[in-house]
């Protein structure tokens, strides 16, 4: 038998809320997904701000380990969220009428916040424009939304970092430098990030650089986006060592990672004893090393 309490019962009566017409009630509920949008709109912006802000931290090499641990901890949620929605985006070749948008973007990037009036002239005239040969397949390329506005750029060709080369120069230099392509900058607006912009712009850079004959496409990084172009097959050292037949080629990078992937089935890398990176050979013709087990006395390379 059921029993209950004793006393006066107090019961509260309310007016079920019914909506008075079927347009209201659709009214409402377009209203309040509207409200939770904007709302879910404002948090992914915070949230893309704190990531932001962490990998700040960490490639600024924050001098307390706490800092670090939370920047840390704070990358792994994020990278660990599984739920973002990915799209197809449309990448194309940027043009003239795209300038401010990807001024704007490139912003994004460490070292491109102020890129003063010079920076943005050389900017807007790599758009697919430069007559001079050694550009001749330079990539500008955006990501645009529905409305055919950038929200994702990525400018590429000649790799810059090779241009100040080392002093020890090998013949082959000028070969090697038409052969690589070099991806110089790539940003996605925040409020697009992790749904497959970065990766649709990469990927149509690399199709755009085998096409024209490059065999080896490289970039720099800061340390901690490793796992970002790990993911995307690169190869992350901080050393880049071609084989160049009877000299190699070698630059080392302190702050900041070489990220590369080859464009070309003859493009190889080998492990060597002695050498901090994987040797990479077939970049130039005719340029693979014999099979078998090499090492480098810091001089010279052993087979
Ligand atoms: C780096 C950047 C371009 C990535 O763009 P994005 O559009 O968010 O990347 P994508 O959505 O294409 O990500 C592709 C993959 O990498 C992963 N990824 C994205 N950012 C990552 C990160 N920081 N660390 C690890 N993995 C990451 C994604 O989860 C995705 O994997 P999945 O397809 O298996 O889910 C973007 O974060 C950015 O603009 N950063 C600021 C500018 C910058 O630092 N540029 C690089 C230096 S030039």
Same mark, same amino acid.
């Given at each position: 038998?059921?029993?209950?309490?004793?006393? #006066?019962?107090?019961?509260?009566?309310?007016?079920?809320?019914?909506?008075?017409?079927?347009?209201?009630?659709?009214?409402?509920?377009?209203q309040?997904? /509207?409200?939770?949008r904007?709302?879910?709109?404002?948090?992914?912006?915070?949230?893309?701000?704190?990531? /932001? =802000?962490?990998?700040?931290t $960490?490639?600024? !090499?924050?001098?307390?380990?706490?800092?670090?641990?939370?920047?840390?901890?704070?990358?792994?949620?994020?990278?660990?969220?599984?739920c973002?929605p &990915?799209?197809?985006?449309?990448?194309?070749?940027?043009?003239?009428?795209?300038?401010?948008?990807?001024? %704007?973007? $490139?912003?994004?990037?460490?070292?491109?916040?102020? $890129? !003063? @009036?010079?920076?943005?002239?050389?900017v807007?005239?790599?758009?697919?424009?430069? #007559?001079?040969?050694?550009?001749? @397949?330079?990539?500008?390329?955006?990501?645009?939304?529905?409305?055919?506005?950038?929200?994702?750029?990525?400018?590429?060709?000649?790799?810059?970092?090779?241009l100040?080369?080392?002093?020890?120069?090998?013949?082959?230099?000028?070969?090697?430098?038409?052969?690589?392509a070099?991806?110089?900058?790539?940003?996605?607006?925040?409020?697009?990030?992790?749904? !497959?912009?970065?990766?649709?712009?990469?990927?149509?850079? *690399?199709?755009?650089?085998?096409?024209?004959?490059?065999?080896?496409?490289?970039? =720099?990084?800061?340390?901690?986006?490793?796992?970002?172009?790990?993911?995307?097959?690169?190869?992350?050292?901080?050393?880049?060592?071609?084989? =160049?037949g009877?000299? =190699?080629?070698?630059?080392?990078?302190? @702050?900041?990672?070489?990220?590369? &992937?080859?464009?070309?089935?003859?493009?190889?890398?080998?492990?060597?004893?002695?050498?901090?990176?994987?040797?990479?050979?077939?970049? $130039? *013709?005719?340029?693979?090393? #014999?099979?078998g087990?090499?090492?480098?006395?810091? %001089?010279?390379?052993?087979?």
């Open positions: 038998m059921l029993r209950y309490p004793a006393g #006066p019962f107090r019961t509260r009566s309310r007016e079920p809320r019914v909506p008075d017409s079927p347009v209201t009630f659709t009214a409402a509920v377009v309040a997904l /509207e409200r939770h904007a709302q879910l709109a404002d948090a992914e912006e915070r949230a893309a701000r704190v990531v /932001e =802000l962490a990998r700040r $960490l490639s600024a !090499g924050a001098p307390h380990d706490g800092a670090r641990r939370l920047a840390e901890s704070i990358l792994h949620t994020y990278d660990s969220d599984s973002r &990915k799209r197809a985006y449309v990448v194309r070749d940027a043009r003239p009428e795209d300038g401010d948008t990807v001024i %704007e973007l $490139l912003g994004y990037i460490e070292g491109f916040e102020d $890129l !003063g @009036d010079e920076g943005a002239r050389m807007r005239e790599s758009f697919g424009r430069c #007559p001079c040969p050694h550009h001749a @397949d330079a990539a500008a390329l955006v990501a645009v939304d529905d409305a055919d506005r950038p929200i994702g750029v990525l400018l590429g060709g000649a790799p810059v970092w090779m100040d080369g080392p002093d020890n120069t090998p013949p082959h230099w000028l070969g090697l430098t038409r052969r690589i070099h991806i110089s900058a790539v940003a996605v607006d925040p409020e697009h990030r992790r749904a !497959g912009a970065g990766r649709a712009l990469i990927e149509r850079a *690399e199709h755009h650089f085998r096409t024209s004959g490059r065999r080896l496409v490289t970039l =720099l990084h800061a340390p901690d986006l490793a796992p970002y172009y790990d993911a995307l097959g690169y190869s992350v050292q901080s050393h880049f060592v071609a084989f =160049l009877q000299a =190699l080629y070698r630059e080392d990078f302190h @702050d900041i990672r070489m990220a590369f &992937k080859p464009l070309d089935p003859r493009v190889r890398q080998t492990p060597v004893m002695g050498l901090p990176a994987p040797m990479i050979s077939g970049i $130039l *013709e005719d340029n693979a090393p #014999p099979a087990h090499w090492w480098f006395d810091g %001089e010279r390379l052993h087979h």
